[in-house]
């Protein structure tokens, strides 16, 4: 697995070594409007104790 290093021009990551594969990348395709979200929720990344442990697998988020 080679580095992956930021573009000069637009901040993306791309492997060390492949720069034509930002080529055709635009200008600003890296950039947002917003440069940080904040939540005003305190406990959000605790998990729910009355959800089952399983609830967030990717197993479950299409039922067959």
Sequence with gaps: MGDWVPHARTGIYFPKGHEWVMD?????????SQT?????????????PDTPHDHYLATNLYPV
């Design 24 to 32: 055709d990348v635009p200008e600003n395709a890296a950039s947002f």
């Design 36 to 48: 940080y979200w904040l939540r005003n929720v305190d406990g959000v990344e605790k998990p729910d």
